[in-house]
């Protein structure tokens, strides 16, 4: 059964990077949509982006337009978030989601178990 | 920007029945939104209860419903438990990406 394996967490300044993994263990995704989506400490969650990794192409909402990078490696099943230009407001966790391919219907059936990122100074 | 828009918190009492709905800040939820619905419960990722506006995930009891009501979706709990105290989130297809609702804090009591 296909498990959505995140990195671990991380601690960065403000100011600077961080690239978060998730990797489809059991199996792959390469045609599959993986999103990610954040949580804020007590908020609720808040769609980043998208790809298809068999498509490479990604597409972002509007919020995070210019600071997200999404991408993946097809070869190893692995998606990637990276977001730029850290502040305080984006320690959040950060997650992975799978929307099916075949699957008509837009949803999640499947989400990793988050990363923690923590922008301190 | 459309907003995605939920009740911030609801109270139900054991064994009784709850609607939770999710609405747009402007235009009406349809079908062609793919309305889905998943719960949190603290430090844990979220689970999905409902997908395509009334479709449960495998294994969701029977006890959780989705449909649209008027120009919402909506999710209702019959026989509410205590272990349905969680928080719920409704999530609109949007064509260029996905929206997710502020949530619903459920508390069983």
């Known amino acids: 059964q296909v498990q959505l394996v995140q990195s671990g967490a991380e601690v960065k300044k403000p100011g600077s990077s961080v690239k978060v993994s998730c990797k489809a263990s059991g199996g792959t995704f390469s045609s599959d949509t993986i999103s990610w989506v954040r949580q804020a400490p007590g908020q609720g969650l808040e769609w980043m982006g998208r790809i298809i990794p068999i498509l490479g192409m990604p597409n972002y909402a509007q919020k995070f337009q210019g600071r997200v990078t999404i991408t993946a490696d097809k070869s190893t099943s692995t998606a990637y978030m990276e977001l730029s230009s850290l502040r305080s407001e984006d320690t959040a966790v950060y997650y992975c989601?799978?929307?099916?391919?075949?699957?008509?219907?837009?949803?999640?059936?499947?989400w990793g178990r988050g990363t923690l990122v923590t922008v301190s100074s | 920007q459309t907003v995605v828009t939920q009740e911030p918190s609801f109270s139900v009492s054991p064994g009784g029945t709850v609607t939770l709905t999710c609405g747009l800040s402007s235009g009406s939820v349809s079908t062609d939104y793919y309305p889905s619905w998943y719960h949190q419960t603290p430090g844990q990722a979220p689970r999905t209860l409902i997908y395509?506006?009334?479709t449960r995930s495998s294994g969701v009891p029977d006890r959780f419903s989705g449909s649209i009501l008027g120009n919402k979706a909506a999710l209702t709990i019959t026989g509410a438990q205590a272990d349905d105290e969680s928080a719920y989130y409704c999530v609109l297809y949007m064509g260029s990406g996905m929206a997710f609702g502020g949530g619903t804090k459920l508390t069983v009591l």
């Open positions: 395509n506006t009334d």
């Open positions: 989601a799978r929307k099916l391919t075949g699957d008509p219907y837009w949803y999640f059936d499947l």
